[in-house]
């Protein structure tokens, strides 16, 4: 007998029907012999409904009062959920955030747990029942009711499963798995049996909302066993752990694309301390974020450097470096749209030089000019022109041997990087 | 500079618009100098569709989920009509039921309220804030939320307005206030200036669901001054308190009807002691609401009794008095619906005998047969065939003087009742 969570998101209990789907393969893990704690988002169209109702009311609304809106949505999920149980005999129950012992920081909107007080969760398991509790949602000690932000259901389920030392937590959604790689792009993409926290974090972008960073990084510091499986069928998916068995290995896990990407070069800037400080630290503060940085060389006292944003935040970075110009005197900005970033992502990087390189080749066979690279432990990210996107993922899949079937040991290149 | 309780009901904020209305309403009473506290019910349909949604799901949903999922609808209406607030620049607060503070008992789906600990909302009072509180809900000392059934919102607001001491608690609705008699019957009803507490548990019945007897019973044994008046005008509406100032000249305040009235009857039944008890006590076993009861004379050690019942129970009182004829042999049951009674209500009438004499003689100059008559202190009720009704309301809105435009003195007949 384990203790399972089991998380299901929004477009799994998007209708009754899929409500029932839902409540009957919760009573199937129940019949297996196993605990059942069950966290919920709400349901379907919830969330979007109630926020275009506020904003009919108030272009601003304050995020206390959202917070208070928007819980709702995953309280009405809980109990309905927790109906259908019962209505196929089932003892149920189910709990708010707060009933369910999430106590938060006051960042309305997206407030971090403090702590899980999950003493009502075990005593309902000692009643053998099965636990829903809300996702996304919290309590402050002033009795404050919050939200956790984006990728919080997915780190309710994580929290709490560690709170209550599960087994396994299991992220119930649209898709099998994590994939080598998008599935609709390249079509001999595989799912993955198992992958690091480390790996999962880094090709968060595959799958889109497949499972939140925010979920991994607290799964990680845990060490929470997770599964990311489908709610449609019963397939494996993908188990997310510390040590995957076969790390040593493989070499790359997965490869990963953002198309969202635009690139602002700064020329000319002033070879002095605490430039890049400013620079960051502006945009930080406008809220823009940034992913790959590169400087390039120092010339007549004088350094250009490059950073890459997301294509929705790409004219607000602009804004930002306008003003900054006021006091630090550069000589030019220049941007760029329509780029991608490709990454390769794999635990096994690390022990294998030469596999940066080889991307490279593939990159070069397939006529693709490199605008930045960026590389990490277990990762290696080259910012391209959008040309045939399948085509050059599809070459990468294949050069590390992701086409193969089963994870498998990848014989890489073992003297270049 | 006065402390409003103001509730509104589901229709008054049925959607954005009307939400806009309520905060503009809201936001004069305030520029007006007054603190506000204000309760609301869910919005328009919402519950509802809730419990459409639950029955799709379980055709018994248990009544702990059932408040788990009701309670949300009147999440949703606070911070919605706070979000409202805050646009017109408004600095408000939307609370839950157990967040203000209302702790009941364990009776999910009709819970009573225990205590109230108005700490926070008093609190939020001090720091200026219109503070917004959720309806028909509580919590208990488990900290499991609960909903208190029928009536639920207006006793909220009563039971507020008693625990912070608010000078008046205000009851918005779709009517002008507490009538005469029914205005859709009777051309020349008028708007009651004002009535007791006694008065208006008798009339509760008069436009419908305006104000629900548990809300007045509440108010009255806690001397809370309510205000019964339309969210869609400024008219001036009905006071509801203990004593009237013209209380001692006016007689009859006003005539109440019930269409939904069926006579169920027990004939030859054996005169012995404890027959009532059993009959009654296995009908209120069974959840079947009796109004009025009437014994006939004994004959050859036989009663005769009858009693009413809604029109929608008819059917299940039969089948229980049908039950019973195992341990009790009573000779026969008749019943008969497409009934009314008519009631005649004043507080002034204890000291003004006649008063029911008069009653008995416009409707035998009516034509009318008189099935069942129930007396109180303040009340004469009637039981009769559902006739030309608007024509008897009228009639006896005339003979006691009700037509005239100012609540006084009625020089009723002095010497007979």
Known sequence: MSLYVMKFGGSSVGDTERMKRVAKRIADKQDEGHRCVVVVSAMGDTTDDLIDTAKQLNGQPPA??????????????????S?????????????????????TDETHGRARINE????????????EQIVIVAGFQG???DGEITTLGRGGSDTTAVALAAAIQADVCEIYTDVDGIYSTDPRIVKTARKLKEISYDEMLEL???????????????????????????????????????????????????????????????????????????????????????????????QNEQADFSFTVS??????????????????????VTSEDNLVKVSIVGAGMVSHPGVAAQMFDVLSQEGVSIKMV???????????????LPSIIQALHSAYNLDTTEQAFVGGPKDRR
């Not at 949505?73 to 309905?80: C, K, N």
């Open 116 to 127: 899980i007080d999950p003493r009502r969760v075990l005593a309902s398991l000692e009643r």
């Open 311 to 332: 294509l929705d935040e790409l004219d607000r970075a602009k804004e930002v470096i306008k003003e900054i110009h006021k006091t630090l005197p550069y000589r030019e």
């Open 83 to 103: 109906i259908a149980l019962h209505g196929i005999g089932r003892n149920a129950v189910s709990y708010t955030g707060w009933q369910a012992g999430f106590r």
């Open 204 to 298: 968060a972008n595959l799958g889109a909302a497949v499972l939140h960073p925010r979920a991994v990084e607290y799964a990680k510091r845990h060490q929470v066993k997770l599964v990311v499986r489908s709610s449609f069928n019963h397939n494996e998916g993908t188990v997310v752990k510390e040590e995957t068995s076969m790390e040593q290995g493989i070499v790359v896990s997965g490869i990963a694309f953002d198309k969202n990407v635009a690139r602002v070069s700064i020329l000319g800037v002033p070879d002095v301390p605490g430039v890049l400080a400013q620079v960051f630290g502006k945009l930080a503060e406008e809220g823009v974020n940034v992913d790959i940085i590169v400087q390039s060389g120092v």
């Open 139 to 141: 309590m402050t000690v």
């Open 64 to 81: 206390r009062e959202m917070d208070m809106l928007m819980t709702t949505g995953e309280q009405i999920s809980v109990a309905l959920l």
């Open 374 to 388: 960026s590389t990490s432990e277990i990762k290696v990210s080259c910012v391209i022109e959008s040309g045939n």
